[in-house]
């Protein structure tokens, strides 16, 4: 059984706390909460009640007593349309007081709430998505959030999921805030909070430890003799590490290696910077669907993978089946209900991108989110992802084939549906090689132990995993650079991670720049230097030995590619090698 998704939120001390502005627009009627009619499939037996309130700000409060946990917390849920537009760029203020009053958490008699800002139509895009821990105290909720989608009034709405356990809950003082561009975001009061996993002693961070030294490392024994074969004492032996086995990287644009930004400034930090953090890309669009079929884009696609492959930066390929109309070529839905036609239509893109790009990309993503992006299975059957695989393995037998999915852990069901794809699959004999997990996660992330818990699950399946997508939005940067880390570690510490690529790194090229490693201005955010500390830190070998007695070094290090440089009697020799986690022996003779 998985760890429950708990996120924790305390009270920051007022005086720790900027001022909320005067001036934010109210985006829901002041008595939404007690007006608002009860929604879903388990509300029969829901009791809903106000109730006075003392020794508070507010003088009322909602009551709502679940006598029986349902499904899915979405079976029991308040859902307020907004009153105004919102636009891009907009800095929303949510906020919402609860405590428990009951819980069948028989330990911590805690509730649980989830509360989100999202599209008020398929396919319920969120701007707002967070599920939190209610403790018997009133617990202050305070999330500002910048809005990177344009909604028209009514368009958008909050909703308050109520049935994650058996429960009594009482809610106060809900307000959704819009301040436009008048303020900055990150100036908004924040509530202090903590994702699962967060605190310096939490448990895991030992188990994490002790797998990556089982599973990231290698033993190194070097034995250094003369031209007779004598051992050479007190040699000075440097191994340097030059290359991480493990892949780390980040999506690319390819307008920064062709066209008119790519001889800017710019473009020459984006590519030097790429060059020192990362050993695989990935194509942000130029090679989705819709933009391969452009010829103007193949000049684009051209020159990133073949600086990329100047410069020993493998490629992911992203992606060859977009299932929604509006990330295939516009000619799709004119065949949708002509299976045939269609087939053969999907099937020659797939020969033609993956021949296409023979010995320039290791990788190629299959099907992407094909859990919400189904308008390409209006007639055709789930199976058909079979076929797809198998006509990527025709066009390059040598490379990865990946099922990506969205799967931050906080979609309802999305791992059951993502396992019963990816079992499909193998069942049917595809040539799959991988599971990528797209890891775009907002405000809190998830708890730790709850990632690790997913990592397992489909770890058993036999296939490879790989986090394709990861960024993380929040207002507070210290957080984002905690979460970077421990997510980061915790998927470094399963076995079968292969790969974590961030969805962008530079703020200046960036589809949510506050996400982003580096501001536009080139300075390194914290999470950017939390994820350099440990790449290039924590994780990576540096050692300066001396051999022994009998000329010999044993050490451990990371996996990967080395330089050994040699000083004895004067003399200077270098040695490369590539530690595998079969170890590496090598006996070198000094001249």
Same mark, same amino acid.
């Given at each position: 059984? $998985?760890?429950?998704? *708990?996120? &924790? #939120?305390?009270? =920051?001390?007022? +005086?720790?706390?900027?001022?909320?502005?005067? !001036?934010?627009?109210?985006?829901?009627?002041?008595?939404?909460?007690?007006?608002?009619?009860?929604?879903?499939?388990?509300?029969?037996?829901?009791?809903?009640?106000?109730?006075?309130?003392?020794?508070?700000? $507010?003088?009322?409060? *909602?009551? &709502? #007593?679940?006598? =029986?946990?349902? +499904?899915?917390?979405?079976?029991?849920?308040? !859902?307020?349309?907004?009153?105004?537009?919102?636009?891009?760029?907009?800095?929303?203020?949510?906020?919402?007081?609860?405590?428990?009053?009951?819980?069948?958490?028989?330990?911590?008699?805690?509730?649980?709430?989830?509360?989100?800002?999202?599209?008020?139509?398929?396919?319920?895009?969120?701007?707002?998505?967070?599920?939190?821990?209610?403790?018997?105290?009133?617990?202050?909720?305070?999330?500002?959030?910048?809005?990177?989608?344009?909604?028209?009034?009514?368009?958008?709405?909050?909703?308050?999921?109520?049935?994650?356990?058996?429960?009594?809950?009482?809610?106060?003082?809900?307000?959704?805030?819009?301040?436009?561009?008048?303020?900055?975001?990150?100036?908004?009061?924040?509530?202090?909070?903590?994702?699962?996993?967060?605190?310096?002693?939490?448990?895991?961070?030992?188990?994490?430890?002790?797998?990556?030294?089982?599973?990231?490392?290698?033993?190194?024994?070097?034995?250094?003799?003369?031209?007779?074969?004598?051992?050479?004492?007190?040699?000075?032996?440097?191994?340097?590490?030059?290359?991480?086995?493990?892949?780390?990287?980040?999506?690319?644009?390819?307008?920064?290696?062709?066209?008119?930004?790519?001889?800017?400034?710019?473009?020459?930090?984006?590519?030097?910077?790429?060059?020192?953090?990362?050993?695989?890309?990935?194509?942000?669009?130029?090679?989705?669907?819709?933009?391969?079929?452009?010829?103007?884009?193949?000049?684009?696609?051209?020159?990133?993978?073949?600086?990329?492959?100047?410069?020993?930066?493998?490629?992911?390929?992203?992606?060859?089946?977009?299932?929604?109309?509006?990330?295939?070529?516009?000619?799709?839905?004119?065949?949708?209900?002509?299976?045939?036609?269609?087939?053969?239509?999907?099937?020659?893109?797939?020969?033609?991108?993956?021949?296409?790009?023979?010995?320039?990309?290791?990788?190629?993503?299959?099907?992407?989110?094909?859990?919400?992006?189904?308008?390409?299975?209006?007639?055709?059957?789930?199976?058909?992802?079979?076929?797809?695989?198998?006509?990527?393995?025709?066009?390059?037998?040598?490379?990865g084939l990946t099922l990506n999915e969205t799967t931050t852990g906080s979609m309802d069901g999305g791992m059951d549906r993502f396992?019963?794809?990816?079992?499909?699959?193998?069942?049917?004999?595809?040539?799959?090689?991988?599971?990528?997990?797209?890891?775009?996660?907002?405000?809190?992330?998830?708890?730790?132990?709850?990632?690790?818990?997913?990592?397992?699950?489909?770890?058993?399946?036999?296939?490879?995993?790989?986090?394709?997508?990861?960024?993380?939005?929040?207002?507070?940067?210290?957080?984002?650079?905690?979460?970077?880390?421990?997510?980061?570690?915790?998927?470094?510490?399963?076995?079968?991670?292969?790969?974590?690529?961030?969805?962008?790194?530079?703020?200046?090229?960036?589809?949510?720049?506050?996400?982003?490693?580096?501001?536009?201005?080139?300075?390194?955010?914290?999470?950017?230097?939390?994820?350099?500390?440990?790449?290039?830190?924590?994780?990576?070998?540096?050692?300066?030995?001396?051999?022994?007695?009998?000329?010999?070094?044993?050490?451990?290090?990371?996996?990967?590619?080395?330089?050994?440089?040699?000083?004895?009697?004067?003399?200077?020799?270098?040695?490369?090698?590539?530690?595998?986690?079969?170890?590496?022996?090598?006996?070198?003779?000094?001249?």
């Open positions: 059984m $998985f760890p429950m998704l *708990l996120l &924790v #939120s305390t009270l =920051v001390h007022a +005086q720790d706390k900027p001022v909320l502005p005067d !001036n934010g627009t109210a985006m829901i009627p002041v008595d939404a909460l007690f007006v608002s009619p009860l929604e879903g499939a388990a509300i029969k037996s829901v009791i809903k009640s106000q109730v006075p309130v003392k020794d508070m700000h $507010f003088d009322k409060a *909602l009551r &709502v #007593s679940i006598p =029986v946990k349902p +499904q899915w917390d979405r079976d029991i849920q308040l !859902n307020i349309p907004t009153t105004l537009p919102i636009a891009d760029g907009d800095a929303l203020y949510l906020e919402l007081w609860a405590r428990t009053l009951s819980s069948d958490d028989a330990q911590n008699q805690m509730g649980e709430i989830r509360l989100v800002l999202e599209q008020n139509f398929k396919p319920w895009k969120k701007i707002i998505w967070m599920k939190q821990e209610v403790g018997k105290q009133w617990t202050h909720f305070q999330i500002p959030v910048l809005s990177r989608m344009v909604l028209d009034t009514g368009k958008a709405k909050v909703a308050l999921r109520l049935g994650g356990r058996q429960q009594v809950l009482e809610l106060a003082g809900l307000r959704l805030l819009n301040f436009g561009k008048t303020v900055d975001v990150k100036t908004l009061p924040h509530s202090d909070l903590n994702y699962m996993g967060m605190a310096p002693d939490s448990p895991w961070r030992a188990e994490a430890e002790k797998r990556i030294e089982q599973y990231r490392k290698g033993d190194l024994a070097i034995k250094l003799v003369d031209l007779s074969g004598k051992p050479i004492t007190n040699a000075q032996v440097h191994v340097q590490m030059t290359r991480h086995a493990f892949s780390f990287g980040s999506v690319y644009n390819t307008r920064w290696f062709h066209g008119k930004n790519s001889v800017t400034a710019d473009a020459a930090k984006y590519k030097q910077t790429f060059k020192e953090l990362f050993n695989i890309g990935v194509d942000e669009g130029a090679m989705k669907w819709t933009a391969w079929e452009n010829p103007k884009a193949w000049a684009g696609i051209n020159a990133s993978l073949d600086w990329m492959k100047q410069n020993n930066i493998d490629v992911r390929g992203h992606c060859l089946v977009w299932g929604s109309f509006l990330r295939m070529p516009k000619d799709i839905p004119s065949i949708i209900d002509k299976p045939d036609v269609l087939k053969r239509r999907i099937i020659d893109h797939i020969h033609d991108a993956v021949g296409a790009t023979r010995g320039k990309v290791i990788t190629w993503d299959v099907v992407n989110e094909p859990q919400s992006h189904t308008d390409v299975f209006k007639n055709l059957d789930d199976e058909v992802m079979v076929d797809w695989f198998k006509a990527a393995h025709e066009a390059n037998p040598t490379i396992e019963k794809h990816a079992r499909m699959l193998m069942a049917k004999g595809a040539p799959i090689t991988s599971l990528g997990f797209q890891s775009h996660f907002s405000q809190l992330g998830m708890p730790i132990p709850k990632v690790y818990a997913i990592l397992e699950r489909f770890g058993k399946l036999g296939l490879d995993l790989e986090i394709t997508e990861f960024d993380y939005s929040g207002v507070d940067e210290n957080m984002q650079a905690a979460f970077t880390r421990d997510y980061m570690t915790i998927c470094f510490s399963h076995p079968k991670v292969t790969s974590f690529l961030h969805w962008g790194f530079w703020a200046g090229s960036h589809w949510r720049p506050d996400r982003a490693l580096f501001n536009k201005d080139w300075t390194i955010k914290p999470n950017g230097q939390a994820y350099k500390d440990l790449v290039f830190g924590k994780w990576w070998t540096d050692q300066k030995l001396s051999t022994d007695s009998q000329g010999s070094i044993q050490t451990r290090g990371f996996l990967g590619d080395y330089t050994l440089t040699i000083k004895a009697d004067g003399k200077t020799m270098t040695r490369t090698l590539r530690l595998g986690s079969e170890g590496s022996t090598l006996k070198i003779v000094m001249p």
